[in-house]
Structures are given as C-alpha cells and as structure tokens.
C-alpha cells in the first residue's frame, strides 16, 4: 500500500481543516455576516469531500491490489516449502472431518497407497525409457548380420523366407 498517499490525504485534509478554522474566527468578528462565512465553509469543504471521495473509490482497488499481490506471495512461498506428500495428509484429515458430520466422501483414498508409490513408478519409467532408447540405439552399434549364400534371396514384399524355410505360412 502507498503510504504516500495517505500521507498526502492527510496533509490536504489538514490545509482544509485550517481554512475552515480560519472561517470559524472570522464568524465570531461582528464585521463578517454568518450567511456569508456558511457560504465560503461550504466552498471550502465541498473539495475536500470530493478529494477524500475519489481517494477513498480508489483506495477499494489499491487494497484489493496489495491482497492479491500478499496472497500469490504466501501461496508461492507455501508452495516452495510445503512437502508435496503433505497433501495426502490434508486431503485424509478434511474427508474424516466430512465423514464425522455424515457427509459423502468427495476423495477416495486408496487402502494400500503409500507415499513411495509415486517415486517407484517414476523410476520404472526411467528404467522403461533407457531400454527403450537402447533397443533403439542397438542396431546401430551392433555388426550387420551375413545374408546366407545358399538360398537366393527375394525382394518381393510380404514373402519372409524364414517362414518358408520352416514351412510357415505366407504373408
């Protein structure tokens, strides 16, 4: 929040508040009619009113501002120190505090689920991955097999000679 602004509020409010002292003064001297020291009052407080008027519409949207800007802090900053299997946890506690007051479960919780689920799959996934990727890169690393010279070979597409050396059906 701009303390600045405040401070500059206050310090308006009080250069009005001297000239309407200064026409209080004034009303209490005989020379000056009452009607017309109401008059110059009512000129001199209708700015400040206007002025604290827009400040104060405006000051909504300043504070709203700054609470959204403190609430991402405090969520980023949770969020950055908060253990992500903490949420387990949390969700537990709310759904017995649902089931003590007879409301439906919203979550459910699997029976057997433990926190090192989620690490133990994300490393068979790794592993996964790694043959994977040496399935891929082992043909290029190995020796190119030998045709065999004592049968010819055929290019027709859909005929495997393997399966019709050993009778197997064709394509």
């Known amino acids: 929040m701009n303390l600045l602004l405040f401070k500059e509020l206050l310090a308006l409010n009080e250069e009005f508040s001297h000239v309407t002292r200064g026409l209080e003064r004034m009303q209490r001297e005989p020379v000056y009619k009452k009607e ?29 501002n700054d609470a959204s800007e403190a609430y991402k802090f405090l969520r980023d900053h949770k969020r950055q ?54 399935r891929r890169a082992g043909p290029q690393q190995r020796a190119p097999k030998l045709a065999k010279t004592s049968e010819p070979q055929t290019a027709s597409p859909g005929f495997d000679t393997e399966q019709a050396r050993e009778g197997g059906n064709l394509l």
């Open 36 to 64: 017309m020291i109401r008059w110059a009052k009512a000129h001199a407080e209708s700015p400040q009113v206007e002025a604290s008027r827009q400040f104060f519409d405006q000051f909504d949207a300043i504070v709203e």
């Open 81 to 134: 120190f908060t253990d992500p299997d903490d949420v387990h946890l949390e969700i537990r506690n709310r759904e017995e505090a649902r089931k003590a007051k007879g409301l439906p479960p919203r979550v459910v919780i699997l029976p057997d689920w433990d926190f090192g689920d989620e690490k133990r799959y994300e490393e068979q996934q790794i592993k996964r991955r790694n043959r994977a990727s040496t």
